[in-house]
């Protein structure tokens, strides 16, 4: 084999030696098709210590860093294997506008501030474009954190989740994640409560993948069942409020507004907004409302008018 | 002399990248390989140099992969279907991949159909669809700003400031947007004031072309979405427990954690405003600590809002 006028080493080096050893141990374990043993494998395959605790000790490393990568190594009657089918994506067929638009989001997207694109250009979405792409002026950094991926494990393998959440043990069935207002949320049934929940992922205690499997549920839609609004985040009694927005703001809370369900906007003739909402965690209510100041007051009912006006009387007489 | 950090397992995910397109290709050139996987050519060759002693063990006729190279041409057979598909989605990657084509799609004004259905394949590969939900803001001017990027144009606007809790009209050349925490930021130079500022989208509430926008240097870093300007005061400020979110919400230049879970955070404050919404929003058990004059902030903005409600 002739190389090309660039530099390589003279002689195999330790660090080559052992690539060459665990992609022959991964072809091994994917392809021999029955499962082998730790004997045969690091008797065949070059690179392994000659000693039989150095070798065992060796094959432990490798399989460590198999599995790091996500690989599943089985073991059946003190023999290993992995399953191809668990492993591999079947062919995407992706068309070159498919692939431009992935590139697009991947190269806009990050998680975090240095994402890796190899594992990118594994499905298609090639490095370099050579310049096309749809060119957009603009970045977007989702916050990232270390629980999200075994969520998503869990979610995409249909398997319970046991966690502790604001210190509290449960066991959740999960069936979506949700990034809203900077955060991240697990939307979950709860099967202690019997219900659906909305978990917040940095709230999350420990975390553990069940061997228990689920059926999703028909019912649950991630997109629609985590309201977005701060006040309807509760289970307190429903409460039809009124609202007026000056006409300084009346712009934002319109674009913020517009189109939701269960929101009701009548803007007026002096360009105020009128806006009929129903309101279940009052909490919730009270900060997007003061979030305001001068430019927003409650119109009724009058008992939430009175509990802005206690709230407000709670400070105004420090 | 210490020994050089173990690189195998990046090698490894090289190698588990580009054998499936070798062998979809057949024939390749080593600077297409190097540029499409971001790796540098000589890494290519030194990988493709190992990969024809690599196979089935223990190695017989056919047990070897099939790779060669001759001068910077690559040639692949996949005679055993070893390698010859992608491997599957990290769960790791999947979300970043899922929320990356989630998010671009709502982005206002971005033809997503090429996107939906690329999702779609992957969706249907990794029986994942709907798992991943990306809420984003999507103010109605974010597309005439981009626009106006695009074509290096200065834009008049009005635009509602939260420090001074006013409409303001000003010239403004936009530079880049980005999106944190939800919410759609700009950074451009105001013209008025002479300084690159960084504005949210969602507070313009109208914005036309004023022409062509003057050169510029790039803004710093988008990491964090305020950075205090000339003008700013420190504030401290006592907060209850209840009051985690201000900490989550805003970034403290110092908190310092007290008894029964209260804490003691400072912040750079450009307007008093802003940090009457903050204190109204908190409640009776928030404190201003400093400076003296913002003592009673919380108690006078809480008495002219009551007086609403006492009309």
């Known amino acids: 084999m002739a190389g090309a006028d660039l530099p390589h080493s003279p002689a195999m080096n330790r660090a080559d030696l052992r690539l060459q050893r665990v992609v022959n141990l991964l072809t091994a374990l994917l392809y021999s098709g029955a499962p082998r043993s730790q004997e045969e494998l690091t008797s065949t395959i070059e690179g392994y210590p000659p000693t039989p605790e150095a070798r065992r000790s060796a094959f432990e490393d490798d399989k460590k860093l198999l599995r790091g990568r996500g690989f599943e190594i089985e073991l059946i009657d003190k023999r290993y294997r992995i399953d191809p089918k668990k492993h591999f994506l079947p062919d995407l067929d992706l068309t070159e506008s498919e692939e431009v638009a992935l590139r697009t989001a991947i190269r806009l997207v990050s998680l975090t501030q240095e994402q890796d694109q190899l594992p990118f250009a594994r499905i298609g979405v090639a490095f370099d474009d050579g310049g096309a792409g749809e060119a957009l002026a603009l970045r977007a950094h989702l916050a990232n954190h270390e629980l999200l991926s075994g969520v998503y494990d869990a979610m995409a393998r249909s398997q319970l989740l046991e966690l502790g959440y604001d210190g509290v043990p449960r066991v959740v069935e999960p069936h979506g994640l949700r990034f809203l207002d900077g955060f991240w949320y697990v939307v979950v049934w709860d099967r202690l409560r019997n219900a659906p929940r909305n978990l917040r992922i940095d709230r999350i205690g420990e975390l553990r993948m069940l061997a228990d499997a689920f059926v999703r549920r028909t019912g649950v839609d991630v997109a629609t069942d985590m309201p977005a609004e701060p006040w309807r985040m509760g289970n307190e009694d429903p409460v039809q409020a009124e609202v007026r927005i000056d006409p300084a703001i009346a712009f934002r809370v319109w674009h913020e507004l517009s189109g939701r369900d269960g929101i009701d906007l009548q803007p007026q003739a002096d360009g105020s907004l009128l806006v009929r909402l129903v309101v279940t965690r009052l909490d919730g209510f009270r900060s997007w409302l003061l979030g305001m100041l001068d430019h927003a007051v409650v119109i009724g009912p009058a008992d939430l008018r009175a509990e802005v006006a206690a709230w407000l009387a709670s400070m105004a007489s420090r | 002399m210490g020994r050089p950090p173990d690189r195998t397992e990046e090698r490894l995910e090289i190698v588990l990248a580009i054998l499936p397109y070798l062998f979809e290709q057949r024939i390749a050139e080593v600077p297409d390989v190097a540029a499409r996987f971001g790796i540098p050519e000589v890494e290519v060759l030194q990988l493709l140099e190992l990969l024809p002693d690599c196979g089935l063990p223990p190695f017989g006729g056919g047990d070897l992969l099939e790779v060669s190279i001759e001068g910077t041409t690559i040639r692949a057979r996949p005679t055993q279907h070893w390698f010859n598909r992608a491997l599957r989605l990290t769960p790791t990657e999947s979300v970043a991949v899922k929320a990356a084509g989630q998010t671009l799609l709502s982005v206002p004004g971005f033809d997503g159909g090429a996107l939906r259905s690329a999702l779609a394949k992957l969706d249907a590969a990794l029986k994942t669809d709907g798992l991943v939900v990306v809420d984003l803001d999507q103010p109605p001017l974010l597309g005439l700003v981009q626009e106006a990027i695009d074509q290096h144009l200065r834009l008049a606007v009005t635009y509602w400031s939260a420090w001074r809790d006013a ?79 201000v900490t989550e919400a805003y970034k403290a230049v110092e908190m310092t954690e007290l008894a029964g879970g209260r804490r003691r955070v400072a912040f750079d404050v450009m307007g008093e405003r802003w940090l009457e919404r903050l204190l109204l929003r908190v409640g009776p058990e928030a404190r201003v600590l400093e400076p003296a004059d913002l003592v009673d902030l919380q108690a006078q903005a809480a008495q002219r809002l009551l007086e609403r409600y006492e009309a």
């Not at chain 2, 004023?210 to 305020?226: L, N």
């Open chain 2, 167 to 245: 409409l303001t009209d000003r010239h403004i050349d936009p530079l880049r947007v980005f999106t944190e925490n939800s919410r759609w930021y700009l950074d451009a130079f105001d013209v008025e004031a002479a300084t690159m500022k960084r504005f949210r989208v969602d507070r313009t509430l109208q914005a036309e072309p004023a022409g062509p926008a003057d050169d510029h240097p790039a803004p710093p870093s988008e990491e964090g979405s305020f950075t205090p300007g000339d003008g700013a005061r420190r504030v401290v400020l006592d907060l209850p427990a209840s009051a985690a979110w």
